[in-house]
């Protein structure tokens, strides 16, 4: 009887170490990139918390297909609410076009905030482009969050061209609209290089 618990005991040591032989094997061949070991050529960088492979909080704004036709630039996302929508691949307005944002708590429900953002000169002409675009065509608007789907909104017209900062109403939760804050100066840079 102790033999038979003595063998499966191996066995399953020896599918333990093969299991982990074969994910360091994976990690090793695939290097620094895709990896959670980028920070090895910034240390600096890792300890100020700025490692992060991937940008946080990241929005852009693409065009809702209301009726998909299959083509290329249709693409299906998932909410996060449970449905999928259909947007255009091509954002009008991106994390790259966004210098800062600030929190607003709403009028209505101070548990909620609004969002302030300071576009870039090409987000000013890319916004009064697309508000523009919402009214004459009768398009919405899909603002997604590090690709999914998180509200449909119509944007404010810009009524003078020097205004860069525009309101994007919520209701956006609190952790959300902390993390936008938060990491829209980093993303801003990160694209801009700034």
Not at 34 to 57: M, N, R, V, W
Request: hydrophobic share 40%; charged share 25%.
């Amino acid at each position: 009887m102790k033999e038979k618990e003595k063998n499966r005991f191996m066995k399953d040591c020896r599918r333990f170490l093969k299991v982990m032989v074969v994910a360091f094997a994976g990690l090793f061949l695939m290097g620094s990139e895709g990896t959670g070991c980028q920070f090895l050529d910034d240390p600096d960088a890792f300890l100020d918390g700025e490692s992060s492979i991937q940008p946080k909080y990241v929005i852009s704004v693409h065009e809702i297909v209301k009726y998909p036709r299959g083509i290329d630039l249709e693409q299906e996302v998932d909410s996060f609410f449970g449905k999928s929508i259909c947007v255009n691949k091509n954002y009008f307005l991106h994390s790259k076009d966004i210098s800062n944002i600030e929190v607003i708590k709403r009028v209505d429900n101070p548990d909620f905030y609004d969002l302030r953002l300071t576009l870039a000169p090409r987000g000013v002409k890319m916004w009064s482009a697309f508000a523009v675009l919402t009214r004459v065509d009768r398009k919405e608007m899909a603002l997604l969050i590090d690709g999914i789907h998180y509200r449909t909104f119509t944007p404010a017209i810009l009524l003078d061209p020097e205004v860069n900062v525009v309101m994007l109403e919520g209701p956006f939760d609190p952790a959300t609209a902390s993390g936008l804050m938060k990491n829209a100066k980093i993303n801003f840079s990160k694209w801009n290089g700034k």
